[in-house]
């Protein structure tokens, strides 16, 4: 009879021999064994896989050799007994490998589930365009719009991943199509960008994927951002300073004393590295004050081989800014070379779904709870809010929700309530506003001081006029007019 021991080795063995992708996890995510096909698939030893961690999530940001990020792990729903299908995916240098897969959860003696046997198709998925979705995705939607969206995410991740930097810059609306491609555009030199929108709408985040898809070494020199919201005249200027100058003695034969001696008197950065390189954001620059925006016109234009790259955001275009008063114009100029304009959240309601399941799947990739995704309800009413806080508030109610959730999803009761104060705020009709008559009103207030004088002075026409500071004839003509010259006396 054969032992344990022997009958694990025939499994392992046959299981080593299948041509197709294997692999085992545990209840807690942890990949027990993948069989060579699958660890040629990923590109990694299957020594350095065992015992790695997967989460349910498409984020590119893994390590070599790192599942985390993956995409490996199937839905929630397998892990409580649930056979499932979905897409997963293998971070290779070359790009993402995404390829359907069948996951079988696995039964113990005692009725529990001890695992999940993953069994993946051996062909990759075509390589999709920005434009189009996979025929596996469109068969998905239909079923089930959590691993629609997971499946989504897979393949804008790798599209983002092989063209430009940052995850914010998710979504398939034509104005994120232009964001894409101007945030290529202004990667490829080192002009200056102006980043255009609401608060909230990820200003930050999109010159810090131009920077990062710009300076693809890891040793180049840094982003530095500098707040002009935030920050006082004194600081921002000894700040400036410290990225502006190329040294003591040049900074003062060029007129720019002022700046140097407050950066060495107070020590407020240690820029050093900035200032032979990397980039300056200039965040809510449309905050600037104007004694500094001159200051700083003068310090880039003297300093025309400059080595750091400017870049700023704002809330409105610097041009209209400047042709309300409210900003330099020759700083607009060199500020704008390239201005990529951010729509609020509520110009693209076709991507909130997408963005949520990005949040969502950012937080199961902390390594704790694994949602799938939302309930179809909870979607429609994210879609209904309206967003004041853009992209930041649409992540912060992710999050309170995935905290929230107590099952496979988050479902309509996890959303925080005032999503549905909102929502039952819009839907009572607005009274329309009241004209106010001044006229009207002012007539009345006069009709009645007038009455009021003539009570006084007992019909006395005289009497009511001397009260009311008018003469007798004014008095006479008001009364006329408002009818109450019958039963007075002259």
């Given at each position: ?112 589930w001890c695992g999940v046997l993953a069994v993946v198709e051996p062909v990759d998925l075509p390589v999709e365009e920005e434009a189009s979705r996979s025929a596996a995705t469109d068969a998905i939607v239909s079923t089930d719009e959590s691993l629609a969206l997971h499946a989504r995410l897979q393949q804008l991740h790798a ?72 920050l006082g005249t004194e600081l921002l200027r000894s700040t400036l300073a410290a990225l502006l100058r190329d040294g003591p003695e040049r900074s003062s034969a060029r007129g720019l004393s002022p700046f140097a001696e407050s950066s060495e008197q107070k020590g407020t950065v240690p820029l050093s590295t900035a200032s032979a ?108 809010y309206s967003w004041p806080g853009n992209i930041d508030e649409l992540a912060g109610i992710v999050r309170q929700s995935h905290a929230k959730a107590e099952g496979p999803e988050i479902s309509l009761t996890d959303l925080p309530q005032r999503i549905f104060l909102a929502a039952a705020a819009a839907r009572q009709p607005r ?60």
């Amino acid at each position: 009879m054969p032992t344990a021991r022997s009958m694990t080795a025939d499994l392992t063995r046959l299981l080593a021999a299948v041509a197709v992708p294997v692999y085992l996890l545990d209840p807690e995510r942890r990949l027990l064994y993948c069989n060579p096909a699958c660890a040629d698939w990923l590109g990694v030893p299957a020594e350095e896989l065992a015992g790695q961690t997967v989460g349910y999530h498409s984020s590119p940001a893994a390590e070599a050799g790192s599942l985390t990020a993956g995409g490996l792990c199937p839905p929630p729903e397998a892990f409580s007994g649930c056979r499932t299908s979905a897409i997963v995916a293998a971070l290779r240098d070359a790009g993402v490998r995404r390829r359907r897969a069948e996951f079988l959860p696995l039964a113990d003696d005692a009725g529990g589930w001890c695992g999940v046997l993953a069994v993946v198709e051996p062909v990759d998925l075509p390589v999709e365009e920005e434009a189009s979705r996979s025929a596996a995705t469109d068969a998905i939607v239909s079923t089930d719009e959590s691993l629609a969206l997971h499946a989504r995410l897979q393949q804008l991740h790798a599209e983002i991943r092989r063209h430009a930097a940052g995850d914010r810059l998710l979504g398939e609306s034509a104005a994120m199509a232009r964001v894409r491609a101007q945030v290529r555009l202004a990667a490829a030199g080192r002009p200056s960008v102006l980043v255009v929108g609401p608060r909230g709408s990820g200003r930050q985040h999109v010159a810090r994927a131009i920077h990062y898809e710009a300076e693809a070494d890891p040793a180049a020199p840094g982003l530095v951002p500098l707040s002009c919201l935030a920050l006082g005249t004194e600081l921002l200027r000894s700040t400036l300073a410290a990225l502006l100058r190329d040294g003591p003695e040049r900074s003062s034969a060029r007129g720019l004393s002022p700046f140097a001696e407050s950066s060495e008197q107070k020590g407020t950065v240690p820029l050093s590295t900035a200032s032979a390189g990397g980039t300056l954001l200039l965040t809510d620059v449309d905050e600037l004050p104007l004694e500094l925006q001159s200051e700083l016109v003068e310090a880039l234009s003297r300093r025309g081989g400059l080595s750091l790259r400017i870049m700023a955001t704002s809330q409105l275009p610097l041009d209209e800014a400047a042709a309300a008063g409210q900003f330099r114009l020759d700083l607009a100029c060199l500020l704008s070379t390239i201005v990529i304009r951010l729509p609020p959240l509520t110009e693209r309601p076709g991507d909130i779904p997408l963005l949520a399941q990005m949040f969502l799947e950012e937080l199961n990739a902390e390594g704790g709870r694994q949602l799938r995704g939302f309930a179809p309800e909870a979607l429609d009413q994210l879609a209904a809010y309206s967003w004041p806080g853009n992209i930041d508030e649409l992540a912060g109610i992710v999050r309170q929700s995935h905290a929230k959730a107590e099952g496979p999803e988050i479902s309509l009761t996890d959303l925080p309530q005032r999503i549905f104060l909102a929502a039952a705020a819009a839907r009572q009709p607005r009274r329309a506003a009241q004209p106010i008559a001044l006229a009207d009103v002012l007539a009345g207030i006069e009709r009645q001081l007038i009455q009021r004088a003539l009570e006084l002075a007992k019909g006395n026409k005289a009497k009511a006029a001397r009260l009311l500071g008018l003469t007798r004839p004014r008095l006479y003509r008001r009364m006329v007019q408002m009818g109450l010259e019958a039963g007075t006396k002259k």
